[in-house]
């Protein structure tokens, strides 16, 4: 198995799944969750960087609320480039526990590469491109940045609901490390539109 063959062809069918991804989960997100994953993965000699790599690419690509239906399954495409049963077997386990909507709590069982991927995921889910992200995914969905009357799901809303919760979440220290500053830029921002808006 070349496992660099395999990534390569990996990164081209992961941007040809996210050119029909809204903007906050294209493909230079999943460049970004690739290189955090990379980051935080040399503090970890146990974590099988191939098996990390790969689980970073293709996170998203059966997520419900993204990818297309002309597009190999994951399964399909590990199959396709030739990974052994065994370790396609990992990389779909792993990829399973990435979500939030599917994992909003810590999960200590985890494999290794899948708390490291999960960590980088989250990590670009906050901070100033975090907030970028939120507001984004937030047009996508016609939601208004907020509402006073609280009748309507707001983009606001999910800073409460989900990102002030990320950091506590993470699995590493090295990715505590990391998100320390883009939790509290976070914060700063929340209070800065909340006095905006008085």
Do not use: W
Not at 145 to 174: G, P, Q
């Amino acid at each position: 198995m070349d496992c660099q063959a395999i990534i390569l062809k990996t990164y081209e069918y992961v941007k040809d799944v996210s050119l029909c991804n809204d903007l906050s989960h294209d493909f230079l997100h999943v460049q970004r969750v690739v290189a955090l994953t990379k980051k935080i993965a040399k503090t970890h000699s146990d974590c099988d960087m191939f098996v990390a790599e790969m689980v970073a690419l293709l996170h998203d690509v059966e997520d419900r609320k993204l990818g297309s239906k002309k597009f190999f399954k994951v399964k399909d495409f590990l199959a396709h480039v030739g990974l052994s049963s065994e370790t396609a077997c990992k990389i779909m386990q792993c990829i399973e526990f990435i979500s939030y909507s599917k994992n909003p709590t810590k999960n200590e069982a985890l494999p290794i590469e899948a708390k490291i991927v999960q960590d980088a995921d989250r990590i670009d889910a906050i901070g100033a491109v975090g907030v970028a992200r939120t507001f984004a995914y937030g047009a996508t969905q016609n939601y208004p940045f907020y509402d006073k009357d609280e009748k309507t799901h707001s983009t606001l809303e999910h800073f409460e609901e989900k990102l002030f919760k990320l950091y506590d979440l993470l699995n590493t220290s090295e990715a505590k490390r990391i998100a320390l500053q883009r939790h509290e830029f976070m914060k700063q921002f929340y209070l800065q539109f909340l006095d905006e808006i008085k």
